[in-house]
């Protein structure tokens, strides 16, 4: 690995300059990180350069966006070395939410710009760089939502805009009104789909690098004891010590592998887990390889 593996990139040609590893805020109430841990964890994330930090309104029941925030007051210089993204969208029952009654979708333009106004104060900075729409709304009107994005971004508000867990159709929707960067979808060994669901072929087709969630299939490609987990890890293991790294490094390969160039989003607030997805620009992995990994998880060979 060399200090410049970790270069950012484009995420599409008008999109957010991203580091190509992102660090993923899911789990962070979890880790009863104290201010200055979590001011250390993002430096640590730093140093690695890894500069892009991954949210979302409802993480943490709503809290972990605060506890990023209050990282970054403690520190203000860090937020001139970062970049956010966060989603919206998903509204859950909680209460620090007493006005949701169901768990529903809203893409409405007084709560999207409702909740970017949270989100701001709760991550103390002026601006987010990247917005997705966390899910699908069947309810969603385009040109409404596209004129809510033109108006935060005018305000400097949100600098860029994508989507999450959305279909080929449903991206093209916005995209067509409003030019997104991202589509944020799940890909790992474990969780194929997006390789024939035509999300994947729509970035390439688009020029947007999709991100990828749980990229280790959320700790399951260590834990589950499955038939198709325990055929997986068996070929990571193999891949591994032929490439002479871990597991982990080998799964976050296979997926930067892919010619949609996708950035994988890290889950754990372990360094040594940070590192070993770094690790991954250090291994060019031949098709072959690629094609045992999914061989292991489909469960057959191609035909
Ligand atoms: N857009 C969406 O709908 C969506 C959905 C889910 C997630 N996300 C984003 O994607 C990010 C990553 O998702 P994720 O957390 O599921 O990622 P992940 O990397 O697939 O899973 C992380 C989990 O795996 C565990 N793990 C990592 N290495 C391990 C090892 N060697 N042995 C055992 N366990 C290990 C971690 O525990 P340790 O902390 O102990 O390492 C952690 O619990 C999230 O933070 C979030 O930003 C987005």
């Not at 069947?138 to 508000?157: H, I, N, Q, V, Y």
């Not at 916005?174 to 999300?199: F, K, V």
Request: glycine share 6%; with cysteine; hydrophobic share 40%.
């Amino acid at each position: 690995m060399t200090p410049n593996t970790l270069a950012p990139v484009a995420l599409s040609k008008h999109g957010p300059r991203l580091s190509p590893i992102v660090a993923g805020a899911w789990r962070m109430a979890e880790w009863g990180m104290s201010i200055p841990q979590r001011m250390r964890w993002i430096e640590q994330c730093l140093d690695l350069g890894i500069t892009s930090f991954d949210h979302a309104d409802i993480y943490g029941n709503y809290s972990v966006e605060t506890l990023f925030g209050e990282a970054l007051a403690a520190q203000p210089s860090l937020r001139s070395r970062l970049q956010i993204i966060t989603k919206c969208g998903i509204k859950l029952v909680s209460e620090r939410r007493p006005g949701h009654a169901i768990k529903s979708y809203d893409t409405s333009r007084a709560y999207v710009v409702a909740s970017v106004e949270a989100s701001l104060r709760a991550l103390r900075t002026d601006h987010l760089d990247l917005l997705l729409i966390h899910r699908p709304d069947a309810l969603m009107d385009p040109d409404e939502l596209a004129g809510t994005f033109s108006a935060l971004r005018r305000d400097g508000k949100v600098l860029h805009f994508g989507v999450s867990n959305h279909s080929p159709s449903q991206l093209s929707l916005l995209h067509r009104r409003l030019p997104l960067a991202t589509n944020q979808i799940e890909l790992s060994p474990l969780q194929l789909n997006a390789l024939t669901d035509g999300t994947l072929d729509q970035c390439i087709d688009l020029g947007l690098r999709p991100m990828i969630w749980s990229p280790l299939a959320g700790g399951s490609l260590f834990k589950a004891d499955d038939d198709r987990a325990r055929r997986v890890r068996a070929v990571l293991q193999a891949l591994g010590r032929q490439y002479e790294v871990s597991m982990s490094t080998v799964a976050y390969a296979w997926i930067v592998r892919h010619p949609s160039n996708p950035l994988p989003i890290t889950g754990s607030q372990r360094p040594e887990a940070l590192l070993e997805a770094v690790a991954a620009f250090g291994v060019r992995m031949s098709a072959e390889d690629w094609y045992r990994v999914w061989e292991a998880s489909a469960g057959q060979p191609v035909r």
